[in-house]
């Protein structure tokens, strides 16, 4: 029976450990991807986290491109561009299946900039 970890979202340890293989396979293609694709040349794309189903099939990507900036093209360019993207993360892996991944935005840097702002009000400096 496996055990899911406490305070991690009910994920195994198995789900985090492929998400991380996967997460740091995606960063070291997504470096290179702008010489594949026109439209990404000059974004560099940060991979935050990859958050993988229970069957380990199906990878949900968190990606943010440096500086916030065409957040919304890059996830459509990356997902329009995800079975090339996953063909050379079969190259890298060596998994027992490869999984379909599916692009989303990272909230991350919006919840850091959030939090930034409210440690900057006045009534918070103050309890400080």
Same mark, same amino acid.
């Given at each position: ?41 000059? &974004? ?12 380990? #099939? +199906?990878? %949900?990507?968190?990606? =943010? $491109? ?10 459509? &360019? ?12 079969? #190259? +890298?892996? %060596?998994?027992?299946? =490869? $999984? ?24 918070? #400096?103050?309890?400080?």
């Amino acid at each position: 029976m496996v055990k899911s970890t406490k305070g991690l979202g009910g994920l195994t340890q198995r789900q985090l450990r492929v998400g991380e293989l996967v997460r740091r396979g995606l960063a070291e293609i997504l470096f290179q991807w702008d010489s594949y694709d026109e439209n990404m040349a000059g &974004v560099s794309i940060t991979v935050g986290e990859v958050r993988m189903s229970p069957d380990l #099939k +199906k990878a %949900t990507v968190f990606v =943010s $491109p440096l500086g916030g900036q065409f957040m919304e093209e890059t996830v459509t &360019v990356l997902n329009e561009n995800r079975r090339e993207i996953r063909q050379q993360l079969n #190259k +890298k892996l %060596t998994l027992k299946f =490869s $999984p379909s991944l599916h692009f989303v935005p990272d909230p991350l840097y919006d919840q850091m900039d959030n939090t930034r702002r409210l440690f900057n009000l006045e009534e918070v #400096k103050r309890d400080l």
